[in-house]
T-cell receptor
């Protein structure tokens, strides 16, 4: 399983963009890059995933480096409800989801 | 919407008791998972099941067993609960070959 490195914590102000980085230098060619987040007292929820191209959905954008060794989750306008632990997880289809420590994002009003 | 339901949100059990944690999903998913989450240790995979009657050990299977008799239900069993199994337990499911994994809300187990 590919290893990931994420900052332990980050802070953001409400309404500002947030860039959450992840290094996954040992990722294999068939692994998708998944991002999940876990709100307090809840199970993790899917945010976004991608393989090579940048991806956008209603929750966030995912920017993937050309060499695929790193990626950045972008929240365009952070809200208080975005305060959570964000996990970056390389995963091949049908593989096991292995969580690292994630980044705890706090959002200040 | 996919729904993964964990039958008990909060449980308190005594040391040595047999404990069942039940999980049901309503989307006909083949794959199901059990994790536990502890402060400072993150989420760790206990067992997973690719399909009915199939199971594989995750990273920390010791002290646990599982049962998958029906596709929609995946049970985690603590044969003899111990205090070090006090934790939050999360169930998840996924369509075979799918990219998205859906989690339940978690079961907080306290063993006294």
């Amino acid at each position: 399983d590919a290893k990931t490195t994420q900052p332990n914590s980050m802070e953001s102000n409400e309404e500002e963009p947030v860039h959450l980085p992840c290094n996954h230098s040992t990722i294999s060619g068939t692994d998708y890059i998944h991002w999940y987040r876990q709100l307090p007292s809840q199970g993790p929820e899917y945010v976004i995933h991608g393989l090579t191209s940048n991806v956008n959905n209603r929750m966030a954008s995912l920017a993937i480096a050309e060499d695929r060794k790193s990626s950045t989750l972008i929240l365009h306008r952070a809200t208080l409800r975005d305060a959570a632990v964000y996990y970056c997880i390389p995963l091949n289809q049908g593989g096991k989801l292995i969580f690292g420590q994630g980044t705890e994002l706090s959002v200040k009003p | 919407d996919v729904k993964v339901t964990q039958s008990s949100r909060y449980l308190v059990k005594r040391t040595g008791e047999k404990v069942f944690l039940e999980c049901v999903q309503d989307m006909d998913h083949e794959n199901m998972f059990w994790y536990r989450q502890d402060p400072g240790l993150g989420l760790r995979l206990i067992y997973f099941s690719y399909d009915v009657k199939m199971k594989e050990k995750g990273d920390i299977p010791e002290g646990y067993s599982v049962s998958r008799e029906k596709k929609e239900r995946f049970s985690l069993i603590l044969e003899s609960a111990s205090t070090n199994q006090t934790s939050m337990y999360l169930c998840a499911s996924r369509r075979q070959g799918g990219n998205t994994i859906y989690f339940g809300e978690g079961s907080w187990l306290t063993v006294v």
